[in-house]
């Protein structure tokens, strides 16, 4: 039947219903967090070449190297992480040296039991589609599959064709998680007042003794952002830099002040407020010994804006990291919440996973159960290569690109810098390599497969998620950057995720501070014309 967005939202309602009966019923497998593909070429002395992976995370493709060496050419397995959750795309793609049958295998992946037997891992394969290639005979219905138990699929392929399969999975869930069919509403109408924001970056969260311009805003500055359309802005701040000793740890007056002072601003020209502790290297470095700090930061904060309006939220933590992970986060977050709702009962509060508030992270995320007011912020700059080429502070075989264009593929191929790393040499490999607008790794997949995830963890646990940083660099062309803002902000809708850019007038600038204008092609990104 044809799928409608609404459709689409019944269908996500019942699914998630399904699985958290199954959770409580515990009607699951061990718990897979990898699907896994074998391509086989049937016909002797065809060899599998170009095997690689598009926008799916922590995968890979290899040889099947436990055959024959002389066996090897004609095969690949690969692996792509996947989550209970969400099935989000996956693309892997590869070519024939003649034309043949390939046979695809869909199974979870090979673990040994202890006993010299394969554990029973299962995946549901939930869609499977091939470009370049045809089925013989009929798909197989998508089912869950085991190693033991694939679901066999068999391409007609020709000679010298890329072929792309796009494929999407689910694991089982994990024992102890359960789903909800509640969402929780005041979190969900909360979240509502942060639909389209922009951070206010490279300003109050840069360390006192440093100089990294002047990018100061003021009302003036509010009043451009609400007339743009902006809904809310993001306040990084860094509010460790201005503490005095233990205990207290008491903020300065000053960078208070000059908070409170935004803070009106931005209300009185009708935005909404994030306010957060951005770049606490400290506590990511060792949280123990600096979670005192934090809490003590926020009694305060709480305390101070207790009486502000709801369009005020406070983000506990700006991309947690390194020490600070996800798991040691969700033991944090509850300390930290239990101060500020000693004030602020009922305040939206942004908290994420790790990782730099990674969606691939929020698997690991624990929230508490009773705290009904929490958004759930995540940030995403894919595809990185493009969206941070010739950033000054970047790996130097980013800094020195070439001009990265958004979608690829180039116009021509772009030279891969000697002494690359892998992950670098890798993408612009497939970036130069592959031919579709829609499957090059510089393209709205990984933007697509990664809010898929986002919108799925939010489906599941009934909690709504926030996309509190995308940008682009301003080194990328004006045409290849309103068309990485348009294609976030369209998934991001289609998915019900709010968003805020990176940034405002720094160096993923929104704003031209000369000419008091969007650059070029922003506004349209953004704001299009019905």
């Known amino acids: 039947m044809t799928r409608t967005p609404r459709t689409n939202r019944i269908l996500r309602f019942f699914g998630c219903l399904l699985l958290a009966v199954l959770a409580c019923a515990g009607a699951t497998a061990a718990d897979a967090t990898h699907g896994r593909v074998d391509l086989i070429a049937e016909t002797a002395g065809v060899s599998l070449e170009n095997g690689m992976w598009i926008a799916a995370s922590d995968s890979f493709i290899e040889r099947r190297n436990w055959l024959p060496q002389a066996e090897q050419h004609a095969s690949y397995f690969a692996e ?16 024939a040296s003649d034309d043949t049958h390939v046979r695809v295998e869909l199974a979870a992946p090979w673990k040994d039991s202890g006993n010299g037997e394969p554990l029973e891992w299962s995946v549901a394969y939930e869609s499977f589609h091939a470009d370049g290639a045809d089925v013989v005979g009929e798909v197989p219905q998508l089912t869950s599959a085991s190693i033991a138990n694939p679901i066999a699929i068999t391409l007609a392929v020709k000679k010298n064709v890329s072929v792309r399969l796009e494929i999407t999975a689910r694991a089982s869930i994990p024992n102890g998680i359960i789903g909800t069919i509640a969402r ?12 389209r924001g922009v951070n206010l970056s490279n300003w109050l969260e840069v360390p006192p003794s440093e100089n990294w311009g002047d990018n100061s805003c003021n009302a003036s500055d509010m ?89 005020v939220f406070f983000e506990i933590l700006n991309e947690p990291k390194d020490a600070a992970t996800t798991v040691v986060m969700n033991a944090v977050y509850p300390k930290v919440l239990s101060t500020i709702r000693a004030t602020n009962p009922n305040r939206g509060v942004l908290v994420g996973p790790g990782n730099f508030n990674s969606i691939s992270e929020l698997s690991q995320l624990r929230l508490p159960p009773d705290d009904q007011n929490l958004i759930v912020t995540v940030h995403s700059y894919d595809p990185y290569v493009f969206t941070h080429q010739r950033a000054e502070w970047t790996d130097p075989a980013v800094r020195n690109l070439s001009p990265i ?74 045409t290849s950057r309103e068309n990485y803002y348009a294609q976030v902000r369209k998934q991001a809708e289609s998915a019900n995720i709010g968003w805020c850019i990176w940034d405002w007038k720094a160096g993923f600038a929104y704003w031209d501070r000369n000419t008091n204008q969007p650059l070029a092609g922003m506004r349209e990104a953004l704001f299009p014309i019905p």
Not at 436 to 444: R, T
């Open 80 to 95: 792509f992480a996947v989550d209970y959750f969400a099935s989000a795309p996956s693309v892997v793609m590869f070519t």
């Open 223 to 311: 009043r451009h952002i609400a007339g743009q359309g902006f809904d809310h802005i993001r306040l990084p701040v860094g509010w460790h830099h201005y503490v005095g000793n233990a205990p207290s740890f008491m903020i300065s007056p000053e960078i208070l002040a000059t908070v409170d002072q935004v803070i009106r601003q931005a209300t009185d020209a009708g935005l909404a407020v994030i306010v957060d502790i951005h770049h606490f290297e400290e506590f990511t470095t060792n949280p123990q010994a600096e979670e005192a700090k934090l809490i003590a930061i926020w009694k305060q904060l709480a305390t101070r804006y207790a009486a502000q309006p709801e369009s």
């Open 405 to 478: 264009q958004f979608p690829g593929p180039p116009t021509a191929p772009v030279s891969i810098p000697p002494n690359a790393p892998d992950w670098v040499a890798s993408w612009l490999r497939n970036y130069n390599a592959v031919a579709s607008s829609e499957h090059n790794p510089s393209s709205s997949l990984p933007i697509r497969r990664a809010l898929a995830v986002a919108s799925g963890w939010s489906e599941f646990h009934g909690r709504p998620v926030h996309l509190g940083e995308f940008g682009a660099y301003t080194k990328a062309d004006a």
């Open 184 to 195: 929780l509403s005041h979190a969900f109408e909360l979240a509502k007042k942060l639909k």
